[in-house]
């Protein structure tokens, strides 16, 4: 049996659309299959050489703060991630391994403002 491939960053970039008119957002009306590419991208160009899996991801239910994106192992949550913002990420957090707090969602008995 094959051994499974393993990890050491995997990256869910919410690209969930609903249908128009809904009362929600979606992040993927907002850009969400444009980070997926952007994320790949700018790791690739890294040549990190550890496995890094970015990959969409269904609704996160954080839809008022998308486009999200979680960073694991850390669990790391990111709002409003912008297409300018992906190189900052891919260097400090995943090359550097320092979330980049301006970005990150922190989260109690409720989700607190960025």
């Known amino acids: 049996m094959a051994e499974a491939l393993k990890y050491e960053k995997h990256l869910f970039i919410c690209t969930n659309q609903r249908p128009e008119g ?14 997926i590419a952007a994320f790949k ?5 890294k040549k990190l050489g550890i496995p890094i ?15 999200t994106v ?19 990420i891919v260097d400090e957090h995943i090359e550097g391994g320092r979330p980049v707090e301006r970005l990150r969602l922190k989260f ?6 960025k």
């Open 22 to 35: 809904a009362p929600r957002p979606s992040c993927g009306d907002q850009h969400g299959l444009a980070l």
């Open 53 to 67: 899996r970015t990959q969409k991801s269904g609704c996160l239910d954080l839809c008022e703060l998308g486009p």
């Open 108 to 113: 109690g008995n409720n989700l607190s403002e």
């Open 70 to 88: 979680v960073v694991y192992p850390e669990g790391v949550f990111y709002g409003n991630v912008q297409l300018s913002d992906v190189q900052e």
């Open 41 to 45: 991208k700018a790791i690739n160009d």
